[in-house]
């Protein structure tokens, strides 16, 4: 039905705080893209200039190619479900829903119709002549998402919407606003600082920092291809194993051990490794580069155990691996191997992904 | 096992004994400070009720016997103290919602519009609410006699509006400022006008603290004694407090104690029948359920 689109969005408060620097995304129908990053990172600022709750210092927003950036958040025809929900206490689950449709001059048949139709789904039928006040956080929260759903918006806008859920309703109703908006077929930015949510719901994901986009790109590759140190160390958990390395020909040093660099890249004089703990495993025969490490620190996480390791003759290198938890090992010393495809490389400089072809012209 | 159970008996015993003096004092404790309260009150109550031949006994008598309305009658019939309340009415209830329609708005304002110079300006009405306020007196009579304001209700409403409004300000604007914002954003979003949201959504969430702020006024407009006194002359146009206190008897010898008690039971039910009116709506319950609570 329509399409977002943001083209060099700035938010500038004073010179010192600029929440938002210079943002340009596409969110296309059917599109679900998460803003993640950690708080301060200009997430929710993004969120409420796309509402036209602040105004942007420079850049345009659009919706459906119309440049909406001097319209009041009325006029958008967008739905935005808040943090606290921010429901009306003093009006019924029914009016709650409705307010926005009768200020927009549905009929009154069309608004019952509409609020039938969302309730039925969101299974709110009983509750509608109750005040927010008695209901319990997770039915507050299904209104407020219904309350958005009958405005069949543009776009719809999330901004944490189960940060105050409990851990397991959470995960309950993060599973329904998946299928709910599966069905939508409408651009949806959803803000959030948890990654867990930003890989199950998205389509997309845009990893912020500093009001910097990192890198937007699907899920999958956030996780796999990261643009950037931020972004390897911000998605996923545990953290990936960041590791500043000094670099000897065509081999990074870790410790006793050297680690070979991909590809023909004459390398520079310190690199950053980055693995994660999931990818450490314990060595087999066949392994060719292994290293053996003191074990430190064991913690148990049920299905699988984190160990932290001190590499041999890199005493201040620590290097963490979750490793399933039935495979047994000895308790002070372990061999680890390191998949070579699984490493990633990163500039100690800027912190940009470096790739055997990227790193090819340095001559 | 009975070794086991015998010393644990006489704890429980000190336990309740020491439960039951600190209900003793507890109670002990209550009545005093209502009987410290509300004696006065009493007194004038049951001398309003009396008899003159009971108010002018000696010993005094505290619990009368004998009861009559004539007071009430007395200062209803022989005096226009119908027409006083109605004074005292419409300058307390016109200056209430003038404080509030006027101080509402500015405390909303000064609650969320980040104006510039705000702190100046809220520094300006705390400091108003320091004035002794007989130091303005002086001033104002100038003003009322050059104005010709005097024996108008205006010589009371525009001072008593000027009065509260400080007061009516800061309690609105600290009750704003807790109310949640997304509140007011996702009014937005849904596309009420500003003027809109304020009617429809931020008003009846407001409605507990307008009333308590609405009844500090009344009363202090209603209990208003020195303007009272001085800007109006004209009998019919007098004041409950004013009134009350120019009860006289047909001699400087003659005091009406039981007209005067009569009069400041009347004045005073007004009063107590707005707060237990509203009592329900003073306690704050409404804002519950906007945000996760």
């Known amino acids: 039905m329509a399409k977002l689109e943001l083209s060099h969005l700035n938010k500038t408060y004073s010179p010192k705080i600029i ?94 119709r509409r609020i039938e139709q969302v309730s039925l789904f969101l299974g709110l039928g009983n509750l509608m002549q109750r005040k927010p006040g008695q209901l319990s956080g997770g039915q507050r929260q299904r209104v407020a998402l219904g309350r958005a759903l009958v405005r069949q918006p543009d776009v719809f806008l999330l901004d944490e919407p189960l940060s105050n859920l409990d851990a397991l309703l959470r995960e309950q109703v993060r599973a329904e606003l998946k299928q ?95 693995v994660r703990p999931e990818h450490v495993r314990l060595a087999e025969p066949s392994d060719t580069h292994t290293l053996q490490g003191k074990v430190i620190l064991k913690e148990n996480l049920g299905m699988s155990d984190l160990l932290s390791v001190k590499v041999k003759g890199a005493e201040n290198q620590t290097l963490r691996a979750l490793l399933p938890s039935d495979r047994p090992w000895s308790a002070e010393e372990v061999t680890l191997a390191l998949p070579p495809d699984l490493i990633h490389w990163f500039d100690v400089e800027t912190g940009d992904r470096l790739t055997s072809e990227n790193l090819q012209p340095v001559y | 096992m009975s070794t086991a159970q015998l010393p644990a008996e006489p704890r429980t015993q000190t336990d309740k004994s020491s439960i039951s003096w600190r209900r003793i004092l507890w109670i002990t404790a209550i009545v005093l400070t209502v009987i410290f309260s509300l004696a ?18 000696v010993p005094t008598v505290y619990l009368p016997t004998r009861f009559t309305l004539q007071h009430y009658i007395e200062i209803f019939a022989r005096r226009p103290f119908a027409n006083y309340m109605f004074n005292s009415g ?101 596309g009420y006008s500003t003027w809109k949201m304020l009617l429809h959504i931020l ?62 039971v009347v004045g005073t039910l007004p009063l107590v029948v707005l707060v237990l009116l509203f009592q329900r709506r003073i306690v704050q319950g409404l804002t519950s359920g906007a945000v996760k609570g």
Not at chain 2, 231 to 255: D, H, W
Request: aromatic fraction near 8%; charged fraction near 15%; glycine fraction near 6%.
């Open chain 2, 40 to 57: 006065p009150i009493l007194w004038q109550v049951l001398t309003s009720f009396k008899t003159n031949a009971d108010i002018e006994a």
């Open chain 2, 90 to 190: 419409f300058v307390a209830v016109t200056s209430t919602l003038l404080c509030l329609l006027l101080g509402t708005p500015a405390a909303y304002a000064l609650a969320r519009l980040r104006l510039p110079g705000e702190r100046i300006i809220l520094a300006i009405v705390l400091v108003v609410t320091l004035f002794p306020y007989i130091l303005l007196f002086l001033g104002l009579l100038e003003i009322v006699r050059a104005t010709g304001l005097a024996n108008n209700y205006l010589a009371l409403i525009i001072p008593y509006t000027a009065m509260n409004i400080p007061l009516t300000i800061l309690v609105m604007r600290s009750f704003f400022q807790q109310l949640p914002r997304d509140l007011e954003d996702s009014a937005k979003v849904d």
């Open chain 1, 19 to 112: 929440p938002v620097k210079d943002v340009s995304l596409d969110v296309d129908d059917g599109e679900f893209l998460t803003l993640l990053g950690p708080s301060g990172c200009g997430k929710s600022t993004i969120l409420r200039l796309i509402a036209g709750l602040e105004q942007p210092t420079r850049g345009e927003i659009r919706i459906d190619g119309k440049n909406v950036t001097q319209h009041s958040p009325g006029d958008r025809n967008i739905a935005m479900v808040f943090q606290s929900y921010a429901l009306y206490p003093h009006m019924t689950v029914y009016d709650n829903m409705a307010s926005g449709l009768k200020l927009k001059r549905v009929s009154s048949e069309e608004i019952r």
């Open chain 1, 180 to 274: 709910i908006f599966e069905s939508q077929n409408t651009p949806v930015v959803y803000v959030t600082h948890d990654q867990t949510e930003a890989m199950t719901l998205s389509t997309k994901v845009a990893v912020l920092s500093n009001g910097d986009l990192q890198q937007l790109d699907p899920p999958r590759r956030i996780y796999t291809h990261p643009a950037n140190r931020f972004v390897a160390g911000f998605v996923g958990s545990p953290q990936m194993n960041l590791l500043d390395l000094k670099c000897e020909g065509k081999f990074a040093i870790l410790g006793n051990y050297k680690i070979p660099l991909p590809g023909r890249m004459t390398p520079p004089p310190e690199i950053t490794l980055g």
């Open chain 2, 203 to 264: 008003l009846p969430m407001t409605i507990p603290a307008l009333v308590t702020t609405g009844i500090l006024t009344f009363i202090a407009s209603w209990n208003e004694f020195l303007f009272a006194l001085t800007f109006i002359t004209r009998e019919s146009m007098k004041t409950i407090p004013v009134a009350v206190a120019q009860l006289s008897g047909t001699t400087v010898f003659e005091i009406p104690y039981g007209a005067q008690a009569a009069a400041t």
